[in-house]
Structures are given as C-alpha cells and as structure tokens.
C-alpha cells in the first residue's frame, strides 16, 4: 500500500509535467489542425533557459527563494515564448495555405535545427543543477518503507493546478479564447468577423510555450539533471498524453498528461524500469487503433 | 458608400467575376439577383477580400480597399453575413453575438445585444444555447443578428431566407426592412428569393455568369418581362 501511494505521488508528478507540454500541442492542433513537431524543443530550450537564469541568481546572490522561483519562471516564460512565437513565424506563417505535408517538414526542421542551436552553443554533456526546493512530508512509515511527499513535488502539482484552471479559465471566458475557438471553428467566419487570425494562432503558440517553459522549469528543478536532446522523447510523451486525452482537448490534454504519468511511475514501480517508454508508446498506438479521437475528444463526424 | 470598378475575380484558374461595376449608396437597400453561379456570393466576398480581386478595385467609403487585410475591412464599418449562415457550432449563442462585437467599441455591447434581441427574441430566450444545436431558422437569425453586433454601416447579406417556411421568409425580409429603416444601415442583399427583394429594394443589379446584365429599381426589373422570365418564374 505505502509502495503504491509512493507511486501515485510520483506518478501525479511526473504526469503534470506531461500535461503541461501537452497543452500546447492539442492548443496548436485545435488551431491549425497541425501537429508542432517543435514543441519539445521549446520545452528543452525552457529547460536551458531557466538552468541559466538559476546559474546568474546564484551569480548575482538572489537567496530568497520564492523571489528567485518567480524570475526564474518569468524569464524562462518570456525567452521561451519568444522561441515559440518564432517557431510559427517560420516554420509555419509562410507556407499557411500550402499542403499539410510541407508545413510538417519545416517543423521537423524547425525542431532539429533548434536541437542543433542549443547542442552548439551549450555542448552535448548535461547540465546539472543543485536541488533548490529540499526536504519533504513524510506520509507515513511502515517498517523498512517511508512514503515522501517531498516539497518539490507538492510544489510543482499545486503549480500545475493553478495553471491549468488559470489557462481553462482563460479559454472558456476571456475574448482571447474566444477568438481561439472560434478560428478552430471556422477560421474563414472569424475573420469576416474582424478577428486577426495571424495574430490568434501567434497568440496560441505563444501560450503554449509558455506552459512548456514551466514545464522545463519544473523538470530541471525535479532531476537536476537536463541536455540538449531530453525534448524529443518528453516531446513525443506529451503527444501521446495529447492523443490519450483527445487532441484538441484542454481537459483531454490535462487527463491525458496525468494518467501518462501515473501508467509510467506504475510500470517502473511493479516492472521495469527499462520498459516504462515501451509502455507510453504502447499506449499511444492503441489509442490510435481503438479510440482514435482519445478519451475527451469529439469524434470527427461532429466536424462542422 | 460602396463601389465596385471593374472587378474580376479568380478560384484558382477558374474565373468566377468578369469585370463587375456597381455602387451602393448611403441608406440604400440593393438587391442582386441571378441564376445559381453567376457570382453573387463570390461578389459579396470579393468586397470582404476572400478571394481578392484581380485586377478591378473595390472603394468603400472613397477608400480604396482592394488589397486590405479582411479583419480591416470588417472593422472599418462592413459587415458579411455570408452564405451557409456559418455560426460557430459549438459555441453559444451568446458567445456567437460575442464574436459578431469584436470589431465594435465594447461600450456598445449591451445595446446591441438588447437591439438585436429586441429584433429576433428567440435568441434572447436561447443565449446558452449551442450553435450548432439550433433550427435552421434560428441559425439564420443568429446569423443576422452577429453580423449587426458589430454596428454595420454596411451589410451584406447573401441568401438570409435560403431554406425557410414563407412565415420566416416574410419575417426575415420585414426585419432587414427594418435594420435599414430603423437604424440606417444600408444593405447590400443577395437573394434567391427575386419577387420579394425587388419589392424590398431600391435597386437592383442581375448577375450572369460573373458579369451584371441589367440594373435598374426594384420596380422597373419587376416589371421587365426579361428577369420576369428568368427570375420570377413567368407569371405573377
Ligand atoms: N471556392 C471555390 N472554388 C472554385 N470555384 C468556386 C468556388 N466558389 C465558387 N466557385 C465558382 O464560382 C462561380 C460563382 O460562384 P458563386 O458562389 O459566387 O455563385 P452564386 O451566384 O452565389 O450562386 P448560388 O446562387 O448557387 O449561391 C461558380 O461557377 C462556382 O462554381
Ligand atoms: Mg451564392
């Protein structure tokens, strides 16, 4: 039992950091109808960023921790949304318009030429940083085993409840969201209804690297240990928590990120380590065969 | 108000408009009729830029907007109820009404929102209703009813009575009356139904295949036995 919650703990950690990536490919999705093979990237490069912006604080002696979290999250968030907003601009602004398949490459080529950007200016090795957030609940101890809730980890699922009511909140009332929606809709009527389109779908890839850039703040202060190439396969487990939910889905994305985490920390936990990826993809195919709309998603028949 | 100067338009390779010039004055009603395919929707986008003319230019207001971003069109006074109504399925109707204010002053939404509701009170009654999950009807007049929200100096309006009962027929045409006389705005209506928006308007244009074969008003292409022929089934 203490072994199990010790893995739901974990499990929950682990699948809020998939759902916060996961959010921006099922925002793009809904928009443009593409994927972003891009978005791991972005998340890799928020990882960097905030592994630099913690290296100047520690330079620059800022020792008061929830000041240094905030500047921490807020440069983070703001380069890396610059990223994203790029990543539109090139990748995907000018050919708008052209075949699906061509918009697919440059992303790809978006994605590796960011991998290479960062593989060059901050080397092939890891970069590693010390645990800022120590120490941690003690659940309960039975015998020879102790669950911990560590603060680490209360913090980064308390953070990820916050954002997502927070971006939630946004999309179902603020006139931003309802712009989104409404290009998702039927991008054609919302321009006639004066809504900038260009300036929507920039606005939607801006937020979903902002929840990236959260996402790789919060891994690299979990493992403290992060490198150039961690976006792909973080990239293709939140496609899958994507998928699981409903592409398209901002509760699907949430869902979706969640239970990723917790088939993973369940699978490490009771059978190896080693096959927790064989078991996340495994789940991605057979939702692609059996429910290819995912758990929240509409099925596409109800496409207007 | 709004000028048309030899206009023609593409799909492709496909040329839908051959060389269109009209104008609608300030406060008019102008009615376009024309058999199916001869470019009466495609005019009506044309004015909005989707597609952009080709060669020709479009004037609203004395400006030249032949090659303006179409969310600027829209927000400089125009508004495009277009063919096939096109409510946002799954919103509300209130959140449709919504995306019909983005481009007006949001100090006006209250009133236009009672406006609107005082025209078509059923869409009062069904605010959080689904787009998608209203009658045909209803849609058609959600659709009028967004395109007004954002305070039109102009509207054009393509087919607003296509696939109702003759009640709503003569409901909708009553209404569109009224939004000109009422509130002054002028309108640009593109109608199947010949008979009666040549009675409803002050001109008129016929289109046949991209290309304006008559205008006059409303009563003398009433009385000409040509479009009485073509476009208002013989008799009557
Ligand atoms: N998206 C499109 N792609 C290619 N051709 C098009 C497109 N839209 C319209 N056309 C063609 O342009 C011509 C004019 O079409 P348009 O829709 O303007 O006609 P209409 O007068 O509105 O007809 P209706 O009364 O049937 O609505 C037609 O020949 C049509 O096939
Ligand atoms: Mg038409």
Known sequence: MAYFIQQLVNGLTLGSIYGLIAIGYTMVYGIIGMINFAHGEIYMIGAFLSILAFTMLGVTGVTWMPLALIMVLLVAIVFTSAYGWAVERIAYRPLRGSQRLAALISAIGMSLALQNYVLLTQGAGVKTLQPIIRGGVILYATGNFTVILSYIQIFIILLTILLMAIFATLIARTALGRAQRACEQDRGMATLLGINVDRTISLTFIMGAMLAAVAGMLVTMYYGVIDFFMGFIAGLKAFTAAVLGGIGSLPGAMLGGMLLGLVEAFWAGYFSVEYKDVASFGILVLVLIFLPSGLLGRPDVEKV | ?236
Do not use: W
């Open chain 2, 1 to 236: 108000m709004l000028r048309l100067e030899n206009v023609h338009s593409f799909y492709g390779r496909i040329q839908a408009l051959r060389g269109i010039n009209l104008h609608v004055d300030s406060g008019e009603i102008v009615a376009m009729i024309g058999a199916n395919g001869a470019g009466k929707s495609t005019t009506l986008m044309t004015i909005c830029g989707q597609p952009r003319a080709r060669s020709g230019r479009v004037l609203f207001d004395g400006d030249d907007i032949t090659h303006v971003p179409t969310f600027q069109i829209i927000r400089s006074g125009l508004s495009h109820s277009p063919e096939g109504r096109r409510i946002f399925p799954r919103m509300t109707v209130l959140e449709n009404l919504q995306m019909g204010a983005v481009a007006s002053d949001p100090a006006h939404f209250n009133d236009d929102l009672g406006l609107v509701f005082d025209l078509f009170p059923i869409l009062g009654e069904r605010q959080q209703q689904r787009g998608g999950t209203l009658s045909g009807g209803e849609q058609q007049m959600l659709a009028i009813a967004r395109a007004l929200m954002s305070h039109p100096r102009l509207l054009l309006l393509d087919e607003p009575s296509l696939g109702l009962g003759p009640m709503l027929v003569k409901q909708i045409f009553d209404v569109i009356g009224q939004i000109n006389q009422d509130r002054g705005v002028t309108i640009l209506l593109v109608e199947q139904n010949a008979h009666q928006s040549l009675l409803l308007a002050h001109r008129a244009y016929v289109l046949a295949n991209g290309e304006i074969i008559l205008h006059g008003t409303g009563d003398e292409l009433l009385a000409d036995p040509e479009v009485r022929n073509a476009y208002l089934g013989g008799g009557n």
